[in-house]
């Protein structure tokens, strides 16, 4: 049994007072590791090591906001001297000084680890300052950073440079109105999500009543469609939303099939009205691009056709009512 107190005077050293005749650090007895034991017969055993010391300064600690912009621009810098180059064609609009969106070609280094993310953040930092564009997770989760790469929607963090090394031209997400260069006015995306109310309704259930349970068949009816991140790929690539833009669209489609489809919400009829009308599901004319082009798996296309098919069970029961 070790006691790491025991006997402390054996392991002081250069702690000993001046007047007990020590008028020096005594480095000898003081640098020691010190372990008390007691052996089998109940007696105090001492055991000593020596501690090993180092000449070496101290690695110097570097803070997040010590470095300054030279710094990370030397860096950037002598990065980029290592690295092949890829030519950029990126789409540039100032409403207040330009009639029409133009391309401006810049030369940028890459890697095979850059995405296009990066690439638009180089150039930021060391060509065009005044460069806008939307991004915030850099992990294809907030779905923030949706462009046309060579007229394909992507997400710029999602995309890598190492599969554009003959050229890449980039524009502003499709179907929408460009408010500054990459970025667009999502303004009706927005209330086409809101409209359908994307939440439980109708579930009045108490916390005293214990959790709302769901069986995995049940949740399995909806959990393919819960993975929409809202990036509006889907948008620019559905024809029928470039042709009417009060079309809702195929992301709030499927976030209405979401909730329709939950065992634990109660809405549908409420949502019903915003599928059946004019601009609703009936404007698809299912050519399966927004399933194609979706970053995280989600199929659009099937959310439509099954929201299609609620509308005619739902326009059928309509007309059987008595009125």
């Known amino acids: 049994m070790a006691h790491s107190a025991f006997n402390r005077k054996e392991s002081r050293g250069a702690h000993q007072r001046l007047d007990e005749g020590c008028t020096e650090r005594d480095d000898v007895n003081f640098l020691k590791h010190t372990l008390a034991f007691y052996n089998p017969e109940g007696a105090p055993h001492l055991e000593y090591s020596d501690v090993k010391i180092t000449k070496s300064a101290p690695a110097k600690r570097v803070y997040g906001g010590e470095a300054t912009a030279q710094d990370k621009q030397n860096k950037e810098k002598a990065n980029a001297d290592d690295m092949k180059h890829v030519k950029m064609e990126v789409m540039r609009y100032n409403p207040e000084t330009d009639d029409a969106p133009h391309f401006v070609t810049y030369d940028v280094p890459y890697d095979e680890q850059t995405s296009l993310l990066d690439a638009l953040g180089y150039i930021k930092d060391n060509l065009a300052p005044d460069l806008s564009y939307r991004w915030s997770c850099r992990m294809a989760i907030c779905g923030s950073c949706g462009m046309m790469v060579n007229r394909v929607p992507k997400l710029a963090c999602k995309t890598f440079m190492r599969d554009y090394p003959n050229g890449v031209r980039i524009e502003a997400l499709g179907n929408f109105p460009v408010e500054r260069d990459l970025v667009v006015d999502m303004t009706h995306f927005i209330e086409s999500l809101e409209a359908i109310k994307p939440y439980i309704l109708g579930n009045d259930r108490k916390p005293s009543e214990g959790p709302n349970k769901q069986t995995p068949a049940q949740m399995a009816k909806y959990h393919q469609f819960s993975g929409c991140i809202n990036c509006g790929l889907?948008?620019?690539?559905?024809?029928?939303?470039?042709l009417n833009p009060e079309f809702i669209g195929p992301a709030a489609i499927t976030l209405a099939q979401r909730y329709n489809t939950d065992s634990r919400d109660h809405g549908a009829k409420e949502r019903m009205p915003q599928l059946n009308s004019e601009n609703g599901v009936w404007s698809c004319t299912f050519v399966?691009?927004?399933?194609?082009?979706?970053?995280?798996?989600?199929?659009p296309a099937a959310a439509i056709q099954q929201g299609k098919a609620a509308s005619a069970q739902d326009f059928v029961i309509a007309m059987l009512k008595p009125r």
């Open 234 to 242: 889907c948008y620019a690539a559905c024809p029928q939303f470039g």
């Open 288 to 299: 399966g691009y927004c399933s194609e082009v979706c970053p995280k798996h989600v199929d």
